[in-house]
């Protein structure tokens, strides 16, 4: 590990989940490997107790917590409800993680610390609501893959910090395909865009991120 990883401070983070959780168990696949060095998952948190994301997370020693949208009157209150339960846990650093809720106000109260995982290579069917693989194998393209962002102040892909291709294979189907792209792209990027934002190399100007050396 280089010095100055050494000595610079840990962020503080917390996952958004829901699901199996195959996102953040890689992410904590890094961290055991220690790919993640000034990094530390405080928290992860999902609207559903039964997510076997929450297991994956106490399995991991991960304080996990339940923010029940049920409990509340609207979309708006429970982002509230989860943008305070962050900043109660000093949290710098949001990672959605297959968290599938509107995000609401938390955008406002952690611009530029959100970070995300986008099934194809951005701007490329932004327009699709479903299905992304499905699309791309309908659509015939040659190449797709993922793309880590920044959420913008509506929760949606901001400022691009990293894209990786993954070639379309002739006999893919929309699983096979899925499985690939989180595979070789969507894991290993999350966790490089993770690991770029704690060595302070983030740069944003604008709508662009700027990836330091």
């Not at 599938?100 to 995300?116: C, H, M, S």
């Not at 609501?129 to 901001?158: C, H, M, N």
Request: glycine share 6%; charged share 25%.
């Amino acid at each position: 590990m280089p010095p100055e990883a050494i000595n610079r401070r840990k962020v503080r983070a917390a996952a958004l989940v829901a699901g199996d959780g195959q996102m953040l168990q890689a992410i904590l696949d890094s961290m055991y490997f220690k790919e993640l060095p000034n990094f530390e998952m405080a928290a992860v948190i999902s609207p559903d107790k039964s997510a076997y994301a929450m297991t994956r997370a106490l399995n991991a020693g991960v304080p996990a917590y339940v923010v029940d949208p049920e409990l509340f009157p609207t979309m708006t209150s429970h982002s509230m409800a989860v943008a305070n339960k962050l900043r109660d846990m000093d949290i710098e650093l949001v990672i959605l993680a297959g968290y599938d809720l509107a995000l609401g106000v938390i955008p406002y109260q952690f611009k530029n610390a959100i970070l995300g995982i986008y099934p194809a290579l951005y701007p490329a069917f932004e327009e699709v609501a479903g299905d992304i693989q499905r699309a791309v194998l309908e659509r015939g393209v040659k190449l797709t893959g993922a793309t880590a962002y920044f959420a913008d102040s509506d929760g949606r892909v901001g400022g691009i910090i990293l894209q990786k291709a993954v070639e379309v294979l002739p006999d893919d189907d929309p699983e096979s395909l899925r499985r690939r792209v989180m595979e070789e792209a969507e894991w290993k990027l999350l966790s490089q865009a993770i690991a770029l934002y704690c060595a302070g190399k983030l740069k944003i100007h604008g709508k662009r991120v700027i990836v330091e050396p």
